[in-house]
């Protein structure tokens, strides 16, 4: 695993080819967004900004995000997306009820399926932020996916898999925790539960349906050290996301 002086030597050469100034970070009070805005810090120290953006989000969740930027004194800003969420899906929302019953998904969306269109509103109108603030800067927007999420498509599309870098996309959970405790993240942010915080109570292992352990055995070792089911299901979502990790398909005519 490469150290995090290495990967912040990377970024610093991509703000070289660039032409940037410095970095964004969208704060979310967890591990991978601590660990990426430590090593944006450590990369252009005089030029990161840590971004809280909350979108009726759970008040931990900005709690843990002001720690990690009170412990490493990175500067930010904050933008409630609420009021900017709560008119677009009230203009948006109901036109889709005269959409002819033939064109609608039945059965109804419910429960986790009905969720998701609105979560990814979240994500997406976040993205949006930050990009702002990136172009307002003159700054990169620096991702904080990681390669567990990667693999098997656990972010959303145009939301927090936009980024123009994404520093810890080849290290598996683990590895950034581990990566964590190196860059001395405070240790309950290390120890939080994962979750995106599309909603109250969500948590990514719940939402994904294993354990990101049980993940990163089958991304290390193979689907020989899982069980079957397991590796079924890890191989269908590899398989249904793949149209997330490339760019849109262009007729070959």
Sequence with gaps: MPSGDAI????????????ARGFVVGLSGGVDSAVVARLAQLAAPAATLGALLPCH????????????ADHFSLPTVRVDLSHTYDAFVADAQPPLRNVPAAMRDLPPAEGLRGRVPLANIKARLRTVTLYFIANSLHYLNAGAGNRSEIAVGYFTKY???AADLLPIGHLLKGEVRALAQDLTIPATIIE?????GLWLGQTDEEEMGFSYAELERYLKEGPQDVSPALAMRIERLIRLSDHKRALPPIPEL
């Design 8 to 19: 912040a030597r990377w970024m610093h050469q991509q703000l070289s080819l660039t032409g």
């Design 192 to 196: 939080r539960t994962p979750s995106a």
């Design 159 to 161: 939301g927090d898999g």
């Design 57 to 68: 989000s759970d008040p931990q969740d900005e709690e843990d995000a002001r720690l990690v």
